[in-house]
């Protein structure tokens, strides 16, 4: 399965070929936006870091509030970028045991993966959206030198796990409508 050209693996005839086509259109231009903008966030986040070795080091003038800064700005990089990763196969997996399966194992395991990380993903995404309710209700603020409400750090995650959701039940439904893979031969 190739991820960069899924409208190519699904065959014409097979029901709801219309509707994943969307779907994967869909995950597939959500998830490079979002990596797109993660890369921006990578690009400010090391302009605040240089900002503040700059004024640590040379102006002799510590600013206390970016190392908070960057920490959320973090975690809502790995969020913007799990869509992407997941869509193009590049999270970490270990296939000991199935590149010794025959090509119906394959696709089994592959099934096996992409329920499992749509249940993950679903438990995570509903608990963050509690989360982010809970802090805003509160009116939840952070303790350190930048005082935001919590909620908006939070609702990276909630982004994050509904990106994957999307993109891991697209990938589901292409590899049930799909059928064996007449290329995924045994090693």
């Keep these: 399965m190739t991820p960069e050209s899924p409208q190519k693996e699904i065959p014409p005839g097979r029901p709801g070929g219309i509707l994943l086509r969307a779907l994967e259109t869909l995950s597939r231009w959500l998830a490079v936006l979002a990596a797109g903008l993660g890369a921006l966030v990578v690009l400010g986040l090391t302009a605040l870091i240089a900002y503040s070795v700059v004024m640590r080091y040379l102006a002799n003038r510590p600013q206390t509030w970016t190392d908070e800064l960057a920490g959320y700005l973090m975690v809502l990089i790995v969020m913007l970028g799990v869509g992407e990763a997941a869509r193009r196969g590049d999270h970490i997996g270990v296939d000991l045991v199935t590149r010794k399966l025959g090509p119906r194992g394959r696709r089994w395991a592959r099934i096996w993966g992409w329920s499992s990380t749509i249940l993950v993903a679903a438990v995570l995404f509903r608990s963050s959206l509690e989360m982010v309710a809970f802090s805003r209700m509160v009116g939840l603020m952070s303790e ?16 994050g796990m509904g990106l994957l959701l999307l993109v891991a039940a697209s990938r589901l439904l292409l590899e049930l409508l799909r059928g064996p893979d007449p290329d995924d031969e045994p090693s």
């Design 144 to 159: 350190g030198y930048v005082e935001v409400p919590v909620w908006i750090p939070q609702s990276a995650l909630v982004l």
